[in-house]
């Protein structure tokens, strides 16, 4: 017990103080901090900001070879600040008594974890649940998962992932909310919310990271880790404002990011994290760095050693070096050398302690270690029927044809490699979401519709040595053997579901395609089906956007399911029979072809543009139109939806005013639905060329069959705003155009002047 006197004693006095003077709770944190800070020594404080990734076995018998030796004796030595992927209340509990016994001064470590999408109740894939457009829902979401892990020992995230991203072949998309920014950044404050509720010391809440700052959506070609090239209005007003609003909202902590931005590696960005970060949004919370980004430094060509590496990183502003070994190796030479000042060492220090001291850790290192209570929240019965409500909110109906769906056959083949796929509905990012855990497309189906026939046939495998995340996804590209047998069910049934796809690790993290197609022989498959029996429907599992020219052509029914987590097939299901009404939106564009990308909704116009089709010289491919095969916000319903004329309060709007935006829209059907009713803007004439439209709200209700409801939207300055040409924040006078629609495209229109 050598760190607990010194320590807790100093905890006791602060916490006695506390008593005595309620009111005064800001500068006694930071006394305790400063206290703290005070008795450490320059180990000790680059201690802090030092993470490793540890398993159970530090304290085991594993625990004393190679580098599991040097961790083990960091641990030991108050030289590891925070530990990533230590999992569960036990190991936890076990590795925290030996830092808080062991380590002179006894502060106890913060242990994180990617809990992306769920911790063992897994819910949608960001990319699929942004589909929904239901804010309230992905806090709840984001709560669950924080409650799981917080259960389990975990209490620090990094979600969520605020890249905007516009390149689907970029593996990462499925991380994220999409191409939008104004979306993207309501779901990331919602995401945020959820994480972290309104008290980060309650052992139901965890901390959460706004990642990867900045930029690193916008890798060249969609590669992953490429590098980044952007102009300066793109990084403001299209990448920044989720990460400044995360900053607002409060997010705990930010991390950096594997790419530079035109030469400078975002890990090393003065710019970013020190002048923007730091200074002008005042942010007071911990950077961390993305796995060894620090090291990166190195092979990226702008550090020669890790030394330099370690001191451009900390005088930049990264906090805390992930997994990168930079900092504990180096700092204390470059401090002593002169090289850096000691004070941003504990600059950093001091946010480390204070995530600390807001996750309660600093009154109680144990809180979140308690197996009863990891036994009780996981799994729970009631985070199940949330993914559930997740899973079904966020399916997309992309066609339906002949009003195929909902289902009325009693005959249906159910065809495809992902049909009985217990796996890749879980998705990337599994945190412990267990392998094969979900439920099927099958199971879901059987168990809705015991009355139906239903016949299954594998028709293709999908891959070799998939679901194992070491390694890459080998798509089985040969073996048609089981066409046959598919096509046989197909004929003898009224109905065919094919449910295609990408198996869960064809999309994350280094799974970036050059071909964004059903990969393998889905598409060969589906042709030959298609052959015997036309009345397809075409439920897709995927983790990107895809390329369907052939089938959005040719199938009279597609649903997009995303990787739904683990209740997909019973969401599924309940979408397919109408059980739910679909109500999903994209939330990124799908192209017609790779070629096309990068297409998005919120394209500038160009001095050329695009609006006469049969001309030459305008910008477009001579081989396929530029709109695209599904565009931004768009998805169906079992409802009909009319929208009535745009109507403005008034057609001229002063600085400091608002105009009101109001719209009917009618269900014109006999079922109730929900429509998510969204409205855009486009500035006419800016000091900078402006977006042909841009998301600047929206509002998902249920408006019951034959009623017809009224939508109002207020605009404010707020909205009309942008960084421009000389880089100000601020609007500019002239016209506006205002759209209100079902999708980026089928829109209702309106102008006013700002004056
Ligand atoms: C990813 C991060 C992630 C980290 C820790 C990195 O490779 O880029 O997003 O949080 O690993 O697992």
């Known amino acids: 017990m050598k760190g607990n006197s010194v320590i807790y004693s100093l905890f006791l006095s602060t916490s006695l103080f506390l008593t005595n003077c309620e009111k005064t709770n800001e500068p006694v944190k930071n006394n305790k901090i400063e206290n703290l800070l005070s008795q450490m020594t320059l180990d000790e404080k680059i201690g802090q900001l030092n993470q490793y990734s540890i398993g159970a076995e530090l304290t085991g018998p594993g625990a004393k070879e190679g580098i599991n030796k040097i961790k083990y004796d960091h641990l030991k030595n108050g030289k590891v600040g925070s530990v990533l992927n230590l999992l569960g209340a036990k190991n936890g509990r076990e590795t925290q008594k030996f830092v808080v016994e062991e380590s002179r001064l006894g502060i106890p470590l913060i242990t994180s974890y990617d809990v992306i999408h769920g911790y063992k109740t897994m819910f949608p894939i960001p990319l699929g649940e942004s589909a929904s457009w239901d804010l309230e829902l992905m806090e709840n979401t984001a709560a669950v998962a924080a409650k799981e892990a917080a259960a389990a020992g975990v209490m620090w995230t990094f979600a969520p992932m605020l890249d905007i991203s516009r390149d689907p072949r970029w593996g990462r998309v499925m991380e994220g909310a999409g191409e939008d920014t104004y979306l993207g950044t309501e779901i990331g ?23 990867h700052f900045a930029g690193y959506g916008f890798s060249e070609g969609g590669r992953d880790y490429n590098n980044v090239y952007l102009g300066k209005h793109q990084l403001l007003n299209t990448i920044l404002p989720p990460f400044k609003a995360a900053a607002e909202t409060g997010v705990a902590t930010f991390m950096n990011a594997f790419n530079d931005i035109d030469g400078v590696p975002s890990t090393a960005n003065e710019y970013l994290l020190k002048d923007l970060l730091k200074e002008e949004w005042a942010y007071d919370g911990a950077v961390v760095s993305d796995w060894g980004s620090i090291a990166e430094l190195v092979p990226h060509g702008v550090a020669k050693d890790s030394a330099e590496a370690a001191q451009m990183a900390i005088t930049a502003g990264s906090d805390i070096d992930m997994e990168g070994y930079t900092y504990i190796r180096n700092l ?81 083949a159910v065809i495809g490699p992902l049909a009985k796929d217990k796996d890749s509905p879980i998705g990337n990012w599994r945190a412990q979401g267990e392998k094969g855990s979900a439920i099927s497309l099958y199971e879901g189906l059987t168990e809705a519709l015991p009355d139906v026939n239903f016949s299954y046939a594998q028709g293709c495998k999908l891959s070799i040595g998939a679901n194992d995340f070491a390694h890459e996804v080998e798509i089985e590209n040969s073996d048609r053997s089981g ?13 065919v579901i094919m449910n295609l796809g990408e198996p869960a690790y064809m999309s994350g993290e280094a799974r970036s395609r050059s071909e964004i197609g059903l990969p393998g022989l889905q598409l060969e498959l589906l042709k030959e089906v298609y052959k015997v029996n036309k009345n397809i429907v075409l439920v897709l599992m995927n983790g990107r956007p895809l390329t369907l020219q052939w089938e959005a052509e040719n199938i ?111 269900n014109t059907s006999n079922v109730d639905g929900e429509e998510v009713v969204q409205l855009y803007i486009r500035d006419v004439v800016g000091s900078i060329t402006r977006p042909v439209k841009e998301l600047k709200g929206f509002k998902k209700l249920m408006i019951k069959a034959g009623e017809s409801v009224q939508i109002d939207f207020e605009i404010g300055e707020e909205d009309l705003a942008f960084y421009r040409k000389d880089f100000t924040f601020g609007t500019e006078p002239g016209d506006f155009e205002v759209f209100v629609g079902t999708n980026s495209t089928d829109v209702q229109t309106a102008t006013f002047k700002l004056n």
């Open 189 to 211: 404050k919602a995401r945020i919310r959820g994480f972290q509720g309104n008290d980060l010391s309650d052992v139901a809440t965890i901390a959460a990271c706004a990642k």
């Open 332 to 412: 204390k030479q470059l401090v002593e050398s002169g090289a850096i000042n000691e004070s941003l060492i504990d600059d950093a220090v001091r946010r480390v302690l204070k995530l600390k001291e807001d996750l309660g850790l600093l009154d109680d290192p144990y809180k979140y270690f308690d197996e009863d209570r990891e036994k009780e929240v996981l799994l729970n019965p009631t985070h199940l029927a949330l993914s559930r409500e997740a899973g079904r909110k966020s399916i997309v109906l992309l066609k339906n044809e002949g009003d195929l769906l909902p289902l009325k056959a009693k005959n249906i």
């Open 483 to 495: 066409f046959k047998e598919a096509v046989e069910v197909a004929k003898k049934s009224e109905l």
């Open 556 to 666: 009279p029914a597609i649903l997009e399911a995303w990787h739904l987590g683990s209740m997909a097939g019973h969401a599924i299901a309940d979408v397919l029979t109408g059980k739910y009404n679909p109500s999903g939106k994209l939330p990124m564009t799908f192209p017609r072809s790779v070629g096309q990308i990068p297409t998005y909704y919120n394209h500038k116009m160009t001095g050329r543009p695009s609006t006469e089709p049969g001309m030459v010289f305008y910008s477009h491919n001579m081989d396929i139109e530029n709109s695209p095969q599904y565009p931004f916000g768009f998805g169906l319903s079992y409802s009909t939806f009319e929208y009535s004329p745009v109507s403005l309060s008034k057609n001229e709007m002063n600085m400091g005013e608002e105009i009101t935006v109001s719209i009917h829209v009618k």
